[in-house]
């Protein structure tokens, strides 16, 4: 028996099953992968994965919020991108690329500036990024 079939036994709902928790607000991005730039130390390439994939902000059972994300074709929560969140413990960041017309973002934990994920937005239009980004920070 897995932990996810234990836990919905104990009624485990959402907490057994992320992924069955209704989003409070979601965002169709990509991951980025970062890899360090060997002659210019404390630089990074920033490198988009081409997996169509979806941030969200969902609220489990024991009323926690958690920041996630999923493979929208698999549907499938990645675990290395499902974080409980604490207010102030993290903001979602533009970044400039240098490149026009790139819509990258950056989650910056405050606790340890070393831990951070990339994405890109997948959504055709740009018109709701700014209103998303402000949802989700709050």
């Known amino acids: 028996m897995n932990m996810a079939s234990l836990l919905q036994g104990f009624g485990g709902g ?3 099953n992320p992924a069955a928790a209704e989003p409070i607000v979601k965002m169709k991005v990509g991951k980025m992968e970062a890899a360090p730039i060997p002659d210019k130390p404390g630089k ?5 994965l081409p997996t169509k994939g979806q941030l969200q902000l ?6 926690i919020l958690r920041f996630q994300w999923k493979d929208r ?3 499938n929560l990645d675990q290395d991108i499902n974080h409980m969140i604490f207010p102030g413990d993290a903001e979602l960041i533009k970044v400039n690329s240098g490149r026009e017309g790139d819509r990258v973002y950056m989650l910056q934990f405050s606790s340890n500036n070393s831990r951070r994920f990339f994405f890109w937005c997948q959504d055709k239009d740009d018109s709701k990024d700014a209103e998303l980004v402000i949802k989700i920070n709050e």
């Open 44 to 48: 990074f390439m920033i490198t988009p």
């Open 73 to 75: 074709v698999l549907n």
């Open 14 to 16: 959402a907490f057994g």
């Open 58 to 63: 969902v609220k489990d059972e024991q009323q």
